[in-house]
């Protein structure tokens, strides 16, 4: 009976952890009503929960996510960060930026508005983010920052990847994480100014080290073995984009069987920290 009652009280302890009720409130807002069905039904390629873990999501933490664009992470992040006591940031179109286009500029006004009702999201933070912005916050104030499927775009924009690495470093506290999801190339070579949108994981490792990240693993997370990485119109064949032609125009004779059989991209996950 003893053992009995000793294992009882162990899985008391268990299930009224700190840790146990963040993972609850972290599935109920995957769960949650509030996602868009577009971005629910990319669960399957995304692992959201796993990825999430992967990278070390706590409650109460500060996370700030670089250019979050239709709100597949927001809709997850910002609800969890409401229900622990956290701080959800997102880091998107820099409005102090004179060469900022029209369409960006609305596009974070549609963002904000979107994802403005408090009750939901709780209270957003918002910081530009680009090639002249200022800081993301003050030095050593974020817990966790994440990029998901951007560093292909800033490589090919002159000191933009260290910039932005930079960036990053500078606004996580000591032990931070920066969270990175990325198209991979590898075993292939990479294209050309990597105009096919993949990078490899050598290139994305040595960009973070040069800003002072230590790599502290990798995941398989979101492997797909069934990318072959030599599409017509580079990853952007692929869902969710799902390209037809090089123009972006949709092409009704392209036949997307294949690609749609492949799903989205093979993606490395890769955790750094921020030493001190």
């Not at 609305?106 to 979107?114: N, V, Y």
């Not at 800081?135 to 490589?155: E, F, K, M, Q």
Request: positive net charge.
């Amino acid at each position: 009976m003893f053992r009995n009652l000793a294992a009882a009280a162990v899985l008391a302890a268990v299930v009224a952890s700190p840790a146990v009720a963040a993972d609850a409130q972290l599935k109920a807002a995957v769960d949650g009503a509030q996602r868009a069905a577009a971005h629910k039904a990319r669960d399957a390629h995304r692992h959201p929960i796993e990825t999430l873990a992967f990278w070390g999501l706590k409650p109460g933490q500060t996370v700030v996510e670089i250019s979050p664009g239709t709100g597949y992470w927001t809709e997850i992040l910002a609800p969890y960060a409401k229900a622990t006591g956290g701080k959800y940031v997102a880091a998107v179109a820099d409005l102090d930026n004179p060469k900022l286009s029209d369409g960006a500029r609305k596009g974070r006004a549609d963002f904000e508005a979107k994802y403005a009702d408090a009750a939901t999201y709780g209270q957003i933070a918002y910081v530009g983010f680009g090639p002249v912005s200022k800081p993301l916050g003050a030095p050593g104030s974020a817990d966790v920052v994440i990029t998901a499927r951007n560093i292909h775009n800033w490589a090919t924009q002159p000191g933009m990847l260290d910039k932005a690495m930079k960036d990053f470093h500078d606004v996580l506290k000591p032990g931070g994480v920066l969270a990175v999801e990325e198209h991979r190339k590898d075993p292939k070579p990479e294209a050309p100014n990597w105009n096919d949108g993949y990078m490899s994981e050598a290139t994305v490792i040595a960009a973070a080290e040069k800003a002072g990240f230590k790599l502290a693993a990798k995941s398989e997370v979101n492997a797909n073995p069934k990318d072959t990485k030599d599409h017509p119109f580079g990853v952007w064949t692929l869902p969710p984009t799902r390209r037809t032609s090089a123009a972006g125009q949709p092409d009704p004779g392209f036949d997307r069987t294949k690609y749609d059989a492949i799903g989205e991209s093979d993606r490395m996950t890769l955790r750094f920290v921020k030493a001190g």
